[in-house]
DNA sequence: CTTTTTCTAGTACAGCCGTGCTACGAAAAG
DNA sequence: CTTTTCGTAGCACGGCTGTACTAGAAAAAG
């Protein structure tokens, strides 16, 4: 067989370009053209991998989740449980700017659903798994068993988790985050305390 | 002088086609032709009121932002104090079509913002008038003055509000939102209670 | 009436879009 | 070597885009 290019790297490079775009450019900016050129080859080299748009999209959101699921089991264990949350749900938040160029690459997607339906089915899947990482972190932390009080918890969790998140990605990039750590630090302690109750 | 038209109803014509296309078809489809096609007008009538598409877009958004701001000053006052907010909290939840589309129009017009700035700034004032509600509920609940705490208590409630209305859109049309009012009543109970300590 | 101005209707243009398609080069297999 | 296959390069097509423009209909003002 002939020469063979690496396709999980040739598709990550897409990906990437493709984030890069959406971050710089918005969704409305991100055409067959634009990527291919953003990621340096030419268009038929992109449908030679991504046949066609939606599957191009479909891929980049796909692998934006990933990333951002492999940092958050990367999160090295702590002594103390609730520093050990806290690491955790500093990943949910856009801080860095990796995770803050998946958030605003998360949105524009969203707004894409309606032309390509997988990119919703997507979605709800990385929610529930952003809920259920919640609720274990709930469960980690009260170390109660799974009762309804828990289910409501961790949902309160993802809710403030994912407001907060929405707030930092609206102000300024270089604006001091602490207020939200803050708060998501002080839900995690009052989540804490409330595990002898 | 000429025959003239209720420019301001044309203009909320127009902006109300935007919505009904961004419901149904995305961002990515609402063009000066569509538009005007979705509101019975000709392309010409429609750049007659709106000159570019930017404009378009920067009316129909502000429009929600105005309709949701008089849904919520609408509010008619309840004797208990937690049932007052509570309502009001309710009209920043996606329960109702109306909100539900208006929520949807707000995150798509953010995906519009590197295309159109004037967007940014828009979604920018919208929530920090949300922002200032919040802050003033938490007042309201617990009849305390504005301090820090205050503050943090707003802007956690706004946390939990827009997470909580991001999770209702990403769920079915038809699905119980139960679970979420349930969890805000109980925030808006929670901040009562802490009014007297 | 005529004049004046607003609005409608439609054409035109340059440009980008996704996708289908062909032609060619490079490298592994025989 | 030749053959076979993968990847690259790029052209072409129909369609949609925003915007500029003209021509005419409609109605108020004189």
Redesign the pocket.
């Known amino acids: 067989?002939?020469?063979?290019?690496d396709?999980d790297a040739r598709k990550a490079q897409l990906a990437e370009a493709v984030w890069r775009i959406v971050v710089e450019r918005g969704i409305g900016?991100v055409?067959?053209?634009?990527v291919a050129e953003q990621a340096g080859?030419?268009?038929?080299?992109l449908?030679?991998v991504f046949?066609?748009?939606?599957e191009l999209l479909e891929f980049s959101a796909e692998l934006a989740v990933e990333r951002a699921s492999a940092r958050i089991r990367a999160t090295p264990q702590a002594d103390d449980p609730l520093e050990y949350a806290f690491r955790i749900v500093r990943h949910l938040l856009p801080l860095e700017p990796d995770s803050r160029a998946e958030l605003e690459i998360w949105i524009a997607l969203l707004a894409e659903s309606p032309v390509v339906p997988r990119l919703a089915a997507i979605r709800d899947e990385a929610n529930q798994q952003v809920e259920d990482l919640c609720i274990q972190v709930v469960e980690f932390l009260t170390a109660r068993p799974r009762d309804e009080r828990t289910l409501a918890d961790g949902r309160r969790l993802h809710a403030l988790v994912d407001g907060l998140a929405f707030h930092l990605l609206t102000q300024p990039r270089d604006a001091d985050p602490a207020w939200a750590t803050d708060l998501a630090r002080e839900e995690l302690t009052r989540l804490a305390a409330a595990s002898s109750s």
């Open positions: 067989m002939p020469r063979t290019i396709r900016a055409s067959v053209r634009t080859v030419v268009v038929g080299s449908r030679h046949p066609t748009r939606a």
